[in-house]
């Protein structure tokens, strides 16, 4: 095998077929006799082991395995019940184990099938699928028909995966599900890159994460594209982002969120709505943050409160709602508008509840200012 090494102990069963001779004439005249069949062979391996190494010596991958048999050309080894190394700069990067495996002479590919874990030994990452094909010269890891990538605190399942392990970089694609503990958090997509080594995963289609808390979903989110920082617990969503809360009850929509997962906190750098269906009253603002465990939302920039069943709304520079209280404070440029009777005041701070109509006015160092708007 070119720029590898095979050690083996070899078994050769030989079973030759000839045809006998036999004779029917009196005179015993031998007749014509059937030339031997063709020879067939068969190489059986017992204990076996690979290893292919560069032009330094160094080893690239070590494969053990019971029993092997090699193919009729001797280009390939079909071996069962094995274990391998696969190095990278003379470490080992993969440590892998399967029920059966194929091992080209070349060394461009191992290729192993049925139930074939794969331990990276940098990142505590074990990679399961059925079938997983390794290409050394391009440091690769192909895992198809089902993959799982565990992580102590992190899993993904997708239909088909590939690590580069130079760059510590796990690509996934199909079905996708990803789970994650403390928050217990799940996600579906259908393409992500996992940058293992930095704690960061990137998705490039539209995703559904689900927030739990004692078995119950908290939060809910959909939007078409993700980033995150998994030793920050912080999810960034882009592209018609929604957000479900059931505590408070309620919903979130922008183009850009960025999600910490931990302390439940929304924080948007784009505009921002916020939606009370129950209490009918929607908030929007050029930029925001909701802090879901405090039932508190901040808001600024041409921040608008509106109450659609009394048509009363409160603008601000700056708007800070308590959502369990209703309680509405308003600071800087305020204006508060009802109909019926129609009104608009003006005054550098507002305080009160659009439901009830119970806002007040109040000037600072200005006089607030009202209108009586005739019908």
């Known amino acids: 095998m070119k720029g590898c090494q095979w050690t083996r102990t070899l078994k050769i069963v030989l079973t030759i077929a000839i045809v006998g001779i036999s004779s029917c ?39 053990r395995a019971q029993k092997g048999v090699y193919s009729p050309d001797k280009k390939r080894a079909k071996v069962t019940n094995l274990d391998g190394d696969f190095y990278q700069d003379g470490q080992i990067v993969l440590h892998v184990t399967a029920k059966v495996g194929e091992v080209e002479q070349e060394g461009e590919k191992v290729i192993l099938r049925g139930d074939v874990v794969t331990k990276e030994t940098r990142n505590q990452l074990t990679l399961i699928g059925q079938e997983v094909e390794w290409q050394p010269k391009a440091d690769l890891l192909i895992i198809r028909d089902k993959v799982q990538a565990n992580q102590p605190k992190f899993q993904v399942n997708a239909d088909e995966g590939k690590y580069l392990s130079r760059k510590q970089q796990l690509d996934l694609s199909g079905k996708i599900t990803t789970y994650y503990q403390d928050p217990r958090l799940a996600m579906q997509t259908e393409r992500m890159t996992w940058f293992v080594k930095d704690k960061r995963i990137v998705g490039d289609k539209p995703v559904q994460i689900q927030r739990y808390q004692a078995n119950q979903i908290t939060s809910q989110v959909a939007a078409n594209s993700f980033s995150t920082a998994l030793d920050r617990k912080i999810i960034n969503l882009q592209g018609n982002v929604q ?9 979130v929509n922008g183009e850009s969120f960025a999600w910490n997962i931990d302390r439940e906190l929304v924080t948007a750098d784009r505009p921002i709505q916020i939606v009370d269906r129950k209490e009918a009253v929607t908030l929007t603002a050029k930029t925001g943050e909701l802090d879901l465990q405090k039932s508190l939302a901040t808001l600024a920039g041409q921040a608008l409160a509106v109450a659609t069943r009394n048509r009363a709304k409160l603008e601000a520079n700056q708007l800070v709602w308590e959502i369990t209280s209703q309680q509405l404070i308003g600071t800087g440029n305020v204006v508060y508008q009802q109909i019926d009777p129609v009104i608009k005041f003006t005054g550098a701070r507002g305080v009160g509840k659009l439901q009830d109509r119970s806002i007040v006015v109040s000037g600072g160092k200005e006089q607030v200012r009202t209108e009586f708007i005739p019908k």
């Open 25 to 63: 004439a009196p005179e015993r005249k031998p007749k014509s006799q059937q030339a031997p069949a063709a020879v067939e062979a068969r190489l059986a391996l017992d204990n076996l082991s690979f290893q292919q190494v560069d032009k330094q010596g160094k080893p690239l991958w070590k494969v």
């Open 243 to 251: 957000l479900n809360a059931t505590k408070p009850l309620i919903q």
